[in-house]
């Protein structure tokens, strides 16, 4: 059975420092892993998706990398903001079932000024 | 194009009552599926449905629950007889038909409280 962990569970940091979100996954047979953000009341914004096939995907200020054969990713988030505060969540699909999200419980960002 | 969205926002159901969670996916998707996000957990499958159809409702509780895509109108996640562990952030994502289910775009939830 997948099991998705992020670790830290909150993080708190000064505007402007850079820093890495982390993920691993018990079962490294995945179709893809993706990164989404979550604001409070809101739904989930898809942030970065990586084939299994990818070792990194980058967009703006973010880059997510993945290593399928140690069960991890890193979320690098560059140069942070207080609007970058909110929940980052990792989640992968399986072959097989690759329609169903398997997620991490999340880390909690909060950017101070 | 909207985006996915979901109704009420919020639900206050006493214990015993019926929840009725409704679902409207974005224009030209005809694929759904349903999360549950428990209070300190991470969001957990539910069900996947197209039009008319259950694909896969293997993370479903086997009682009480129920959902439905019909061919015309909003999907429903149908919890009879609530009891307080149903109380919980329901989100609905939907994809487009052509089998790009990584393309998931969720909708806002809605807040389920049971007292």
């Known amino acids: 059975k997948q099991e998705v962990t992020q670790i830290p569970a909150a993080l708190s940091v000064p505007e402007g420092e850079n820093l890495v979100l982390n993920c691993s996954f018990t079962?490294?047979?995945?179709?893809?892993l993706q990164w989404f953000r979550q604001d409070p009341g809101k739904g989930l914004t898809s942030l970065l998706l990586?084939?299994?096939?990818?070792r990194e995907q980058t967009s703006g200020r973010l880059n997510a990398s993945l290593d399928k054969s140690s069960g991890r990713s890193t979320l690098y988030i560059a140069a942070s903001q207080p609007g970058d505060s909110a929940t980052y969540l990792c989640a992968v699909r399986v072959g097989g079932s690759n329609y169903k999200l398997t997620f991490g419980k999340g880390t909690l960002l909060t950017v101070n000024p | 194009n909207a985006g996915v969205m979901q109704n009420p926002r919020h639900l206050v159901r006493r214990r015993g009552q019926e929840a009725r969670l409704r679902c409207s996916p974005m224009k030209g998707h005809s694929h759904v599926y349903w999360y549950r996000q428990l209070p300190e957990e991470g969001l957990k499958f539910m069900v996947y449905l197209q039009k008319e159809n259950i694909i896969d409702e293997s993370g479903m509780p086997k009682e009480r629950f129920s959902a439905e895509f019909p061919k015309e109108g909003p999907s429903i996640l149908r919890i009879q007889q609530v009891v307080r562990g149903d109380s919980a952030a329901y989100f609905c994502?939907?994809?487009?038909?052509?089998?790009?289910?990584?393309?998931?775009?969720f909708g806002p939830g809605t807040r389920l409280t049971v007292t």
């Open positions: 990586i084939q299994s096939s990818q």
């Open positions: 079962d490294s047979a995945i179709y893809n």
């Open positions: 994502a939907s994809s487009p038909p052509e089998g790009r289910y990584y393309e998931q775009y």
